[in-house]
């Protein structure tokens, strides 16, 4: 629990007594402002963030978008200090950047994918990073669902139809199709693929997984390739990061094998699908439908598909609720705690 957050206290009927215990304690860790852990706050200026208030009582944070002085300067000047970084959202961070940082040694991402920061650069040098798909994973299958929901039942096209009076001049609206006992594929079993699979197992669909490997403590049926996948399923679900490997992973052999009955949802990354060829096919009816909360050029979306009634769009909203950002909150001040107190096992990975 971080220490002064109101709302926690009164819907876990927490003791302000024991926070102030709490807040006491990590002073004794901390005894004085110098001795405060340091911590780079890494972010677009456009991007604000809770976050910094609520960890600015417990580590002492730089932030170089707040400095009028140029950011490399600014690294480079801290650059010793600087063993813990905190990537806002989808703040690229570059290879470049990273070595300014001779001595990072920790990266937190407040994004569940980690396609904005240069991967390899990490591996090299041994730098731990952590991702917030531990904080997102539950809302993000929640609103999956809703999307594979909406798109089969015609539920956001129903409402335009009310809204718009045709149900008073044409009583035959067109029927959706039920999700019930529905194949459905999840590309990417991850925390959050793996919700998703529990959600729909609750529908009674049958479901299947495609991953880098097999995972032998899933029950979900595994398919190597993401054309079989498509082949055996009436829906997919995109639920994995962005990668060399997983750019257009949906091209037109998948659209073609998932075929005019199949429906998509992607709640990963735009660039998970060759966009403009599965404009193709939903205009030309090649597939059924398509749920959409993640685009390739965001915000740009493609204005062929505001026509479409079997397109469902969503603006990036899929992981974000006020519980996932408190989690969120939660799990970045743990874990560079964890990180701190030379606590690796601790972290939430």
Same mark, same amino acid.
């Given at each position: ?34 001795? /405060? ?12 963030? #809770? =976050? ?8 002492? =944070? ?43 040694? *920790? ?12 991967? !390899?650069? $990490? ?12 904080? *997102? ?67 009674? $669909? ?13 029950? *979900? ?7 079989? =996948? ?7 679900? /995109?639920? $994995? ?11 037109? !052999? ?6 005019? &009955? ?14 403009? @060829? ?23 979306? #493609?204005?062929?598909? *505001? &026509? ?6 969503? #603006? ?9 950002? &408190?989690? @969120? ?21």
């Amino acid at each position: 629990m971080i220490p002064g957050t109101k709302n926690n206290m009164e819907r876990n009927n927490i003791n302000p007594q024991d926070l102030t215990m709490a807040s006491d304690a990590n002073q004794e860790c901390f005894p004085s402002n110098d001795d /405060l852990p340091t911590v780079l706050l890494h972010r677009l200026p456009s991007f604000n963030s #809770p =976050l910094k208030e609520i960890l600015q009582p417990h580590f002492h =944070l730089l932030d170089p978008a707040d400095s009028p002085e140029p950011a490399s300067s600014f690294l480079s000047s801290h650059a010793k200090s600087v063993r813990a970084l905190i990537c806002l959202y989808n703040t690229p961070l570059s290879a470049e950047t990273l070595r300014l940082l001779p001595s990072l040694e *920790f990266i937190v991402a407040t994004s569940a994918g980690v396609d904005h920061i240069d991967l !390899e650069e $990490c591996r090299g040098r041994g730098i731990i990073m952590t991702n917030a798909s531990k904080a *997102f994973a539950e809302d993000a299958a929640d609103y999956a669902v809703a999307l594979l929901i909406d798109v089969c039942r015609r539920i956001s096209t129903a409402d335009r139809y009310v809204r718009a009076g045709l149900w008073q001049v044409n009583r035959d609206y067109p029927l959706g199709f039920k999700l019930g006992r529905k194949r459905v594929g999840i590309v990417g079993l991850g925390r959050i693929g793996f919700e998703v699979g529990k959600r729909l197992e609750a529908f009674g $669909c049958s479901i299947a997984y495609n991953s880098r490997q097999k995972k032998p403590s899933v029950s *979900f049926s595994y398919h190597a390739n993401v054309v079989d =996948l498509a082949k055996d399923n009436d829906a997919l679900i /995109l639920c $994995c990061p962005l990668t060399e490997q997983t750019h257009h992973i949906i091209n037109r !052999e998948v659209l073609e094998a998932l075929g005019k &009955e199949g429906v998509i949802i992607n709640v990963g990354r735009g660039a998970l699908i060759d966009e403009k @060829l599965l404009v193709k096919f939903l205009s030309r009816g090649d597939i059924a439908g398509a749920g959409l909360d993640v685009f390739e050029n965001e915000p740009d979306v #493609p204005r062929e598909v *505001f &026509e479409l009634d079997n397109v469902v769009l969503s #603006p990036h909203r899929a992981i974000f609720t006020p519980e996932s950002l &408190e989690a @969120l909150n939660e799990l970045v001040f743990t874990n560079l705690k964890a990180f701190f107190s030379n606590k690796a096992s601790a972290i939430g990975l």
